[in-house]
T-cell receptor, first 117, second 112 residues
């Protein structure tokens, strides 16, 4: 139980295009979803927190107009990287928190590797 | 503000040897503490967590961790390391499941 999926697992796009990454909770309802970014050999940095039906809360320094987050349902959140540039290349990981497994644990997706050329 | 420190960036141990990965946290109240493992190119897998109660926590894959409030530590241990344990290990502190902060990670190499 408590499985979180991400799609795609990897994506290559050209500079200036937009890319959408999906995060799904497969067997539980995720009241809150989180988006993290991880640079090579570095730790995870929280980008934003989203609650279903509400606007996402972005961490300081994260451009909300560049990283659009939509948490339209209790099982799906999307992260759209708009007008992507090479510096946006990174590993993006989502997590979900809900009723499965208790209230204080986040379940992580497998991550999406984004490469912008 | 809460923070997590993993003092060791890289640790190498021989297969079969014991392991201890250090984690120190800074937090005003009783924290929720986690250890995750990440294999290259993969997401995070939860090894164990501490919310309250017994300060010695047992996790998966033979790992355990001990919460020591006086030392603000939550060190991860394993009595005998296997080659498959080679990975990146992250300590994290969170509040009520939100606002989780991760340490910088410790890369574990296992020598044959």
């Amino acid at each position: 139980g408590a499985v979180v999926s991400q799609h795609p697992s990897w994506v290559i796009c050209k500079s200036g295009t937009s890319v959408k990454i999906e995060c799904r909770s497969l067997d539980f309802q995720a009241t809150t979803m989180f988006w993290y970014r991880q640079f090579p050999k570095q730790s995870l940095m929280l980008m934003a927190t989203s609650n279903e039906g509400s606007k996402a809360t972005y961490e300081q320094g994260v451009e909300k107009d560049k990283f659009l987050i939509n948490h339209a349902s209790l099982t799906l959140s999307t992260l759209t990287v708009t007008s992507a540039h090479p510096e946006d290349s990174s590993f993006y990981i989502c997590s979900a928190r809900g009723r499965a497994g208790g209230d204080y644990e986040q379940y992580f997706g497998p991550g999406t590797r984004l490469t912008v050329t | 503000a809460q923070s997590v420190t993993q003092p060791d960036i890289h640790i190498t141990v021989s297969e079969g040897a014991s392991l201890e990965l250090r984690c120190n946290y800074s937090y005003g109240a009783t924290p929720y503490l986690f250890w995750y493992v990440q294999s290259p190119g993969q997401g995070l897998q939860l090894l164990l967590k501490y919310f309250s109660g017994d300060t010695l926590v047992q996790g998966i894959k033979g790992f355990e961790a001990e919460f020591k409030r006086s030392q603000s530590s939550f060190n991860l241990r394993k009595p005998s390391v296997h080659w498959s344990d080679a990975a990146e290990y992250f300590c994290a502190v969170g509040e009520d499941g939100n606002d989780m902060r991760f340490g910088a990670g410790t890369r574990l190499t296992v020598k044959p």
